[in-house]
């Protein structure tokens, strides 16, 4: 056998196990079509938050006019963009030095099975004891000429002046906050009424009033039937049922991701597969005994993240190594979406806690009028602690403010271990800040 693990893709759900793994002796290789590093590091998260970073820091500088600052710094996104190529761009070749540096084999092109041992890129075929796909998902497309999509979105040159944006997901969200605080005029058209159903609806709701009263526009309940690209005008004109017809200058399909793996020639080997990705056991083990599978590629329920995908390489690198041999067992997980304020979340949903009385017992509280929000001038921030009735142990929050990424991070091993109201103020935390603010938060016992 060439190798003893032979990964497919190169992202989150393969190198934080595969670097270890070859670390440990064990002969590890990896095929890889596009960027080394994966969506996260190339075309994802990374780029993402260097678009956002400024534009929170100008939410901010903008609460604290007449309050010790005078005057509000403009984006230039151009320059932005420039700092965005400067940061991202070196990512590959990163994330394929990241593998060569502990001698794992990285092979350039495109994947496919040829048996359960077998995998061919171009001519060559490599071996392998153990298979892992982690080959991740990439953006549905629908039949609209000219449309955009995340990965165009993030390296966009200028800023048109109307975007509209189809979808009502995260990354739909996410990139409407950023196209209106750039100063486009932004409409969200979305299938139903709701947007980031994962997050609580209350919390939702307010992030929508807010992005309506920056002038984006919601369109609900519309499904695009016909679109036509006018090249001269370098516009697009969409319409709908009743009547709909809009005319914008770009279009972002932000309609969802679809799995990749009907690109593996997987007939070939009869592992299963559907919509949602690759179906596993709780060993993440298809239904062919050496073949895994890792990441945004799974089907499964959790969230598709990089966390998660990170989370689950680690899992099956212990277990190719024979440190764990039991089944993936997850911890609590964690959740954002980086709207201004943001929205984070861990443990058991807030909605659901609300849908079970009997069960759960809720905190909520307000962060207006809290000293050190005060400093920030930051308004209707909000934290909600979910405790379980009986055992009084934390099982999950959400939070809406501005650091909600922190706060929700430092209560992330509290809703893991299950701490119970009493242990909760049994920490000292450094004054001011964040974390300290959370504690004057909690119930007191
Ligand atoms: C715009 C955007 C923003 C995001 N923001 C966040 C965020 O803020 N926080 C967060 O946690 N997550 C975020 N995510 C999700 C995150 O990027 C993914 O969860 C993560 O990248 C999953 O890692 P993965 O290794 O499973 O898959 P991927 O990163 O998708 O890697 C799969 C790799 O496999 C390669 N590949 C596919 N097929 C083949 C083949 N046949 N042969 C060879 N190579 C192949 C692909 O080229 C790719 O490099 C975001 C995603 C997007 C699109």
Known sequence: MDFSVLYIGSGQATWNGAVPLAKSGVKVGVIEESQYGGVCSNKGCNAKIILDKPLQLIDQIKALQGRGLDGVPEVNWEDLMAHKHELIVPQDQHGKDRLDNVGIQTINGHAEFVDAHKVRVGKKTYTADKIVIATGLRPHRLDIPGAENSTDFLSLPHMPEHVTILGGGFVAIEFATIASAVGAKVDVITRGKQILKQFPKEYTASIQADLKK??????????VERATKDEEAGTITLEGPKGFELTTDYVLDATGRVPNHDQLNLEAVGVKAN????????????????????GDAVDKTIPKLTPTAAFESRYLAAKFMGTNNGPIQYPAISEIVFTSPRIAQVGV??????????KYEITQASYDGDWYRQVENEQGAELALIFEKDSQQLVGAAEKANAAEET?????PYVQMRLTKEQLNDFVYVFPSIAYTLQRRLPLV
Not at 214 to 223: C, H, L, Q, S
Not at 349 to 358: Q, S
Not at 408 to 412: D, K, L, R
């Open 408 to 412: 929700i991070n430092t209560i992330v």
């Open 214 to 223: 920056a002038g984006v526009r919601f369109i609900p309940d519309m499904e």
């Open 275 to 294: 919509h949602r990705g690759i179906e596993v056991n709780e060993y993440l083990q298809t239904n062919v005994e050496n073949i895994y599978a890792a």
């Open 349 to 358: 949903k807030l909605d659901e806690a609300k849908a079970n009385p009997d």
